[in-house]
């Protein structure tokens, strides 16, 4: 497995010396974005598609700093009810897929996006429960009317490009947990799949490793963003944990995002490499530094000197005391 880096949180070098940086500390691979809510600082989109020059530029940088590309990365909404801000999207993820063919990288990293409850509202509507009955039906409307035909298009559109679509299961977005992963990859394709980002499943209770399993069993994942949560007990016990207080107001909130180890430790970091290797999952995982507790460069010095202590570099051999 390679440890990767998702690289907003070094926005603020230039591509030449984030890569410097990062294969200083033993990084393998980055996770740059092309578009949406993770910007392009480092990859834009628009300047590297079709252009040989500028394609060969980056593959030089990539060979001096021994690194791979394991996603380009676009997340927005392009269901979104608003027909500019979802046309902007789908033109971000398609050319996405596109120039992910052209630099020979297998994946682009992105959400399901997350429609209105109706044709006639404006505003995206995250539905999580069923009663009143208008609530399921406004939920069907978005995954039989909105969500599947748009992702059986663009499902066709990576196959045509050779580019898998990884999923992050995203809370305000229609899909935010495994088993909508798995209806949308069954009503559409198998270019369909979870970039799979536990951060986002421990607040809602859900068991990663049983996660990885279930998904990974279906070769429904591909990508993995390596990214902690800590819950708080003191405040989750009374105010539950879908949490509106601001990220910025740290000793209010239900839960955090941490830094890999800073919400569950090294051991669990452990079991969920293990569980990746025993479902066939051999790619990178992509460090995401959200931790306001920490600044960008610690956090992720610290995670990826966790991540060299669990990964598996080498494959198993053959099982000789059986």
Request: charged share 25%; proline share 6%; hydrophobic share 35%.
């Amino acid at each position: 497995m390679d440890i990767g880096v998702h690289t907003p949180p070094l926005y603020g070098q230039s591509l030449d010396d984030a890569m410097a940086y990062l294969h200083g500390i033993g990084v393998d691979a980055i996770e740059p974005g092309v578009g949406g809510h993770p910007g392009d600082t480092h990859l834009p989109r628009e300047e590297y598609l079709d252009d040989d020059e500028a394609q060969n530029h980056l593959f030089d940088l990539l060979d001096e700093y021994e690194m791979r590309i394991s996603a380009l990365a676009t997340h927005n909404n392009p269901l979104h009810p608003d027909d500019e801000t979802a046309e902007q999207a789908d033109v971000e993820l398609r050319e996405a897929i596109e120039l992910a063919d052209q630099l020979d990288v297998n994946t682009v990293t992105c959400f399901s996006g997350l429609p209105a409850g109706s044709p006639n509202d404006e505003t995206p509507n995250w539905i999580t429960a069923p009663w009143p009955g208008e609530h399921a039906e406004a939920h069907e409307y978005q995954w039989e009317e909105v969500a599947i035909p748009y992702w059986s298009d663009v499902a066709d559109h990576a196959a045509d490009h050779g580019v898998d679509v990884a999923i992050e299961m995203h809370p305000n977005m229609l899909v935010y947990e495994p088993s909508g992963m798995l209806r949308l990859r069954e009503e559409t394709s198998e270019r369909i799949g979870a970039n799979f980002d536990p951060s986002h499943l421990y607040w809602q209770g859900i068991d990663v490793t049983d996660a990885i399993r279930l998904l990974g069993e279906r070769d429904a994942i591909h990508h993995f963003h390596a990214k902690d949560t800590k819950v708080y007990e003191a405040q989750a016990r009374t105010k539950g944990v879908l949490d509106t207080t601001p990220y910025d107001e740290e000793a209010d909130r239900s839960w955090l995002f941490r830094s890999v180890g800073y919400g569950h430790g090294e051991g669990h970091w452990k079991d969920i490499v293990s569980t990746l290797r025993m479902v066939g999952y051999d790619g990178a995982l992509s460090i995401e530094h959200e931790d306001s507790l920490t600044s960008s460069n610690e956090g992720l010095e610290k995670a990826v000197a966790m991540l060299q202590r669990a990964v598996f570099r080498e494959q198993p051999g053959e099982v000789h005391w059986a």
